[in-house]
């Protein structure tokens, strides 16, 4: 039986992962240039820099083991020194509050290094990239993808690594069941509405002067700031979180200028003029966020895969990616918590010896 995987992020990658380790029939579809979903690194001499996910914790058994299976390694959030705090009119105070993400690892060369091992061990035959799917079908005990170019790939089953919501807006024939289409459009997308700045730099100016990097504002547009440096050596680098809504930062020359500002404004006038600087806005990109992705997420949500999401085409039909992850759900751990669920599933379907 032959799987079709929609969506080459973590998820979908480890799935098919496993699946060529098995030796069972598989094709990853991937709607992008590129593999790795929200995985995505930019480099600035030889440093790379995670523009989506950077961390992960003690606790998270999958990326734990996964990591050491590829022979990646992982290194320390840095977290000594001063935090700082920029209040709404732009004063700064110093020392207030704790690093939060002290105790958190990151990767060695950035989460890409992750997706792109796992992507090598995909031959090239098994894997698509540019073919966003819009239309999903199934009779006969067959079930049929068409792609946007209109080609045609038929599979027995098909897993959705991707964003509920994103899934809930290609067409289905049959069509699915109204409390199905319900649930996947009321599943947040997680952190599809923010986005992030990186400013990279010939030295860490900010550890000299006896500060972490963390920075917390009411002012902005960053409203969290970190160290975004790789873990040897440099360029080194700051990182934020963008606070003002997807529709106030489209223009990107002044969201620039107005992050070089406060990165002044928190850690002096060596901050004002950075070797790089990136934005990565996820709210527009159509792979990821949805318009109902725009409203802030004040909390992490419940995710999960709703009941109504279950047993969809017979069981053909299997929801993968963090957001139907039932422990860690919204995380790393939870794109691969849901792959091994999606496996489990197939697992059951599968007759003896496929």
Partial sequence: MKTLIIGGGLSGLYLAERLEAQGRAYHVLEARDRFGGRIMTERAGQGVFDMGPAWFWPGQPRIAALINRLG????????????SFEDENGRVQRGYGFASMEGSWRLVGGLTGLTEALATRVPEAKRSLNAPVV?????????????????????????????????????????????????????????????????????????EAGLSGDAMSRRGPM????????????PY????????????????????????????????????????LFVKDWAADPFTATSADAAPQYSH????????MQDLWDGNLIFAGTEVGQDFGGYIEGALEAAEAALL??????????
């Fill in 135 to 207: 239309r999903l079908e199934r009779s006969g005990g067959r079930c049929r993808a068409t792609l946007q170019d209109g080609s045609v790939v038929e599979a027995d089953r098909i897993v959705l690594a991707m964003p509920p919501r994103i899934a809930a807006g290609l067409a289905f024939a049959p069509a699915l069941p109204a409390g199905a289409t319900q649930a996947m459009a009321n599943v947040p997308t997680w952190m599809a509405g923010q986005a992030k700045a990186v400013a990279v730099y010939d030295s860490p100016f900010w550890r």
């Fill in 223 to 234: 409203v969290e700031i970190h160290d975004a440096s790789p873990a040897e050596q440099g």
């Fill in 237 to 276: 680098a700051l990182f934020g979180f963008i606070g003002v809504p997807p529709a106030a930062r489209a223009d990107t020359d002044r969201l620039k200028q107005a992050v070089q500002h406060q990165l002044v404004r928190l850690f002096g006038e060596a901050a004002a003029e950075p070797r790089a």
């Fill in 72 to 83: 990646l390694r992982k290194f320390d959030q840095y977290a000594a020194g001063d935090l």
């Fill in 301 to 308: 949500p419940a995710y999960g895969l709703p009941k109504a």
């Fill in 345 to 354: 599933r197939l697992d059951e379907e599968a007759p003896a010896g496929l």
